[in-house]
């Protein structure tokens, strides 16, 4: 066999590996925003029928044995790929290792518990979702330990996988531990401040027509398509899809104007990476984002760095008070420092820049222990509530606002809690190295004129897909290692400014 007619097998054998993948995306969005309540038994088992066909395909004999002979000839590769054969063969091994009937059980597993997640959460009773959140514990335990055989991995190590390919718990600790200590630093010196500025500026009634109308005009300065995807409403704010499927979801609140704004543009982010990459490389294997952590630091930069900055609003803050007119006696200035306001928050999505990393520290560290068995389901709300009270000051008043706030364990994305975090990082980074190339970035954010950064971040970063590991492509594109310091940087002279505190260029 020749290597090019290996390699054309493979990938005709993968367009509907990918294509199946995709369907999985429309159905879990289907799921979160329009399917009716009581289909969850149903769609579980359509869940459960699609992973495990999607499995059977991943490990099919005539797709493994093209790979092998192309894996022999990997010199006369493109680096394109390279990284499909490097991709496709960490799918097929781990697709060996995983038992079908444990990823049937989990695909069930993941409608049913999201189901007892959803009312436990409006009922604001844990108790509702222990039952399901144990078994999927138990789930993801097993999992971890079938990936792990051969392996000297921790079994969380062994999941953080599937969203951070090459990290670790040791190399992510040792990225948060010195950021947790400069967080706590910044967060005493605003403390510290006699700055303050009060939430109530910002309430009133605020329609949600007008809501979405605002979000659809934004969206579409950012670049987003509206031809190619779609924004709806679900419980928990997300992204689905690929290609030129990609479909956003906000949560509205009539009193809450930044709920629906800020969820919106953290979703566009992630859309904007999906609609980037380029489109010869959809339905190939390394023509999906390189990370979980990468697709975090564009929704992060797009939603805080961008959409919070003083830039973004000497355009958009005129256009704000035409639609709502009880912000037309607030002055842009006030409105931009309030907006900034950091004070502790119950809910992780509602979070400041500065305390948000504190909520997922605090997920980091739980996730852990419930996955290596250090900690129960049945203790997960008291650990919850006091590390809570310990890092951010007080202890939640019931669950919702609580140990039920976020969808991820329901779906037994265990691991991917930090990715949140490792997107700020990146994102300093990203901003960091796109200021240098454009020097004009906040005058053309200023005029509203947003594409600028997108097409920066498209020629950079979502064209290549995972052609380069997170970590590679961060040296690739800004010439350093991932650190800490640039974050750090950034939220210290920006805060600086708004709470009249001390920093220096050094800091």
């Given at each position: 066999?020749?290597?090019?007619?290996?390699?054309?097998?493979?990938?005709?054998?993968?367009?509907?590996?990918?294509?199946?993948?995709?369907?999985?995306?429309?159905?879990?969005?289907?799921q979160?925003?329009?399917?009716?309540?009581?289909?969850?038994?149903?769609?579980?088992?359509?869940?459960?029928?699609?992973?495990?066909?999607?499995?059977?395909?991943?490990?099919?004999?005539?797709?493994?044995?093209?790979?092998?002979?192309?894996?022999k000839?990997?010199?006369?590769?493109?680096l394109?790929?390279?990284?499909?054969?490097?991709?496709?063969?960490?799918?097929?091994?781990?697709?060996?290792?995983?038992?079908?009937?444990?990823?049937?059980?989990?695909?069930?597993?993941?409608?049913?518990?999201?189901?007892?997640?959803?009312?436990?959460?409006?009922?604001?009773?844990?108790?509702?979702?222990?039952?399901?959140?144990?078994?999927?514990?138990?789930?993801?335990?097993?999992?971890?330990?079938?990936?792990?055989?051969?392996?000297?991995?921790?079994?969380?190590?062994?999941?953080?996988?599937?969203?951070?390919?090459?990290?670790?718990?040791?190399?992510?600790?040792?990225?948060?531990?010195?950021?947790?200590?400069?967080?706590?630093?910044?967060?005493?010196?605003i403390?510290?401040?006699?700055?303050?500025?009060?939430?109530?500026?910002?309430?009133?009634?605020?329609?949600?027509?007008q809501?979405e109308?605002?979000?659809?005009?934004?969206?579409?300065?950012?670049?987003?398509?509206?031809?190619?995807?779609?924004?709806?409403?679900?419980?928990?704010?997300?992204?689905s899809?690929?290609?030129?499927?990609?479909?956003?979801?906000?949560?509205?609140?009539?009193?809450?104007?930044?709920?629906?704004?800020?969820?919106?543009?953290?979703?566009?982010?992630?859309?904007?990476?999906?609609?980037?990459?380029?489109?010869?490389?959809?339905?190939?294997?390394?023509?999906?984002?390189?990370?979980?952590?990468?697709?975090?630091?564009?929704?992060?930069l797009?939603?805080?760095?961008?959409?919070?900055?003083?830039?973004?609003?000497?355009?958009f803050?005129?256009?704000?008070?035409?639609?709502?007119?009880?912000?037309?006696?607030?002055?842009?200035?006030?409105?931009?420092?309030?907006?900034n306001?950091?004070?502790?928050?119950?809910?992780?999505?509602?979070?400041?820049?500065?305390?948000?990393?504190?909520?997922?520290?605090?997920?980091?560290?739980?996730e852990?222990?419930?996955?290596?068995?250090?900690?129960?389901?049945?203790?997960?709300?008291?650990?919850?509530?006091?590390?809570?009270?310990?890092?951010?000051?007080?202890?939640?008043?019931?669950?919702?606002?609580?140990?039920?706030?976020?969808?991820?364990?329901?779906s037994?994305?265990?691991?991917?809690?930090?990715?949140?975090?490792?997107?700020?990082?990146?994102?300093?980074?990203?901003?960091?190295?796109?200021?240098?190339?454009?020097?004009?970035?906040?005058?053309?954010?200023?005029?509203?004129?947003?594409t600028?950064?997108?097409?920066?971040?498209?020629?950079?970063?979502?064209?290549?897909?995972?052609?380069?590991?997170a970590?590679?492509?961060?040296?690739?594109?800004?010439?350093?290692?991932?650190?800490?310091?640039?974050?750090?940087?950034?939220?210290?002279?920006?805060?600086?400014?708004?709470?009249?505190?001390?920093?220096?260029?050094?800091?």
């Amino acid at each position: 066999m020749e290597a090019n007619k290996a390699l054309a097998e493979i990938y005709a054998a993968y367009r509907p590996i990918a294509a199946l993948q995709s369907v999985l995306e429309v159905l879990h969005w289907d799921q979160e925003v329009v399917m009716p309540q009581g289909a969850a038994t149903q769609r579980a088992e359509q869940l459960a029928a699609l992973q495990v066909t999607i499995q059977e395909k991943i490990m099919a004999p005539a797709l493994e044995e093209a790979l092998l002979f192309v894996e022999k000839e990997t010199s006369s590769l493109s680096l394109i790929e390279q990284a499909d054969i490097r991709e496709l063969r960490r799918a097929i091994n781990r697709a060996k290792k995983l038992p079908p009937t444990l990823v049937c059980e989990l695909a069930r597993q993941d409608v049913l518990s999201v189901q007892a997640w959803s009312e436990a959460r409006q009922k604001k009773d844990f108790s509702l979702f222990a039952s399901s959140l144990r078994r999927m514990v138990e789930l993801k335990q097993q999992y971890a330990d079938a990936l792990r055989v051969g392996s000297s991995c921790t079994r969380y190590d062994a999941l953080l996988q599937e969203f951070e390919p090459n990290e670790t718990e040791d190399s992510l600790r040792l990225l948060f531990e010195p950021l947790q200590a400069s967080l706590v630093h910044l967060i005493e010196q605003i403390q510290a401040s006699s700055q303050r500025f009060a939430p109530n500026v910002l309430q009133g009634v605020f329609p949600i027509p007008q809501q979405e109308a605002l979000i659809r005009y934004v969206l579409n300065t950012f670049g987003f398509s509206f031809h190619e995807g779609r924004l709806d409403t679900s419980t928990h704010p997300f992204c689905s899809g690929v290609g030129t499927d990609i479909r956003i979801t906000t949560r509205y609140d009539e009193h809450d104007l930044c709920e629906a704004l800020f969820g919106a543009f953290h979703e566009v982010g992630h859309a904007l990476y999906e609609q980037g990459i380029a489109r010869e490389r959809i339905g190939t294997p390394s023509g999906v984002a390189a990370s979980l952590g990468l697709h975090e630091s564009q929704s992060r930069l797009w939603e805080n760095m961008i959409a919070r900055s003083l830039s973004f609003w000497k355009h958009f803050f005129p256009i704000l008070q035409s639609h709502f007119s009880s912000l037309q006696e607030i002055s842009l200035e006030t409105f931009w420092r309030t907006v900034n306001r950091v004070e502790a928050s119950w809910i992780r999505t509602q979070a400041d820049e500065v305390t948000y990393n504190l909520h997922i520290l605090l997920r980091f560290d739980i996730e852990r222990a419930l996955i290596a068995g250090d900690l129960s389901v049945s203790d997960l709300p008291l650990a919850w509530n006091s590390r809570f009270e310990r890092d951010l000051g007080a202890c939640p008043p019931d669950d919702a606002l609580g140990v039920l706030q976020d969808i991820h364990w329901a779906s037994g994305l265990f691991g991917y809690f930090p990715t949140y975090t490792l997107g700020n990082l990146y994102a300093a980074q990203w901003l960091q190295k796109a200021e240098q190339d454009l020097p004009a970035l906040y005058h053309a954010v200023e005029r509203g004129e947003l594409t600028i950064l997108r097409e920066w971040l498209r020629d950079k970063i979502h064209r290549h897909g995972r052609t380069f590991l997170a970590r590679s492509l961060c040296e690739k594109v800004t010439g350093e290692t991932l650190s800490p310091l640039p974050f750090v940087r950034y939220l210290s002279k920006k805060y600086s400014e708004i709470y009249a505190i001390s920093w220096n260029e050094q800091t």
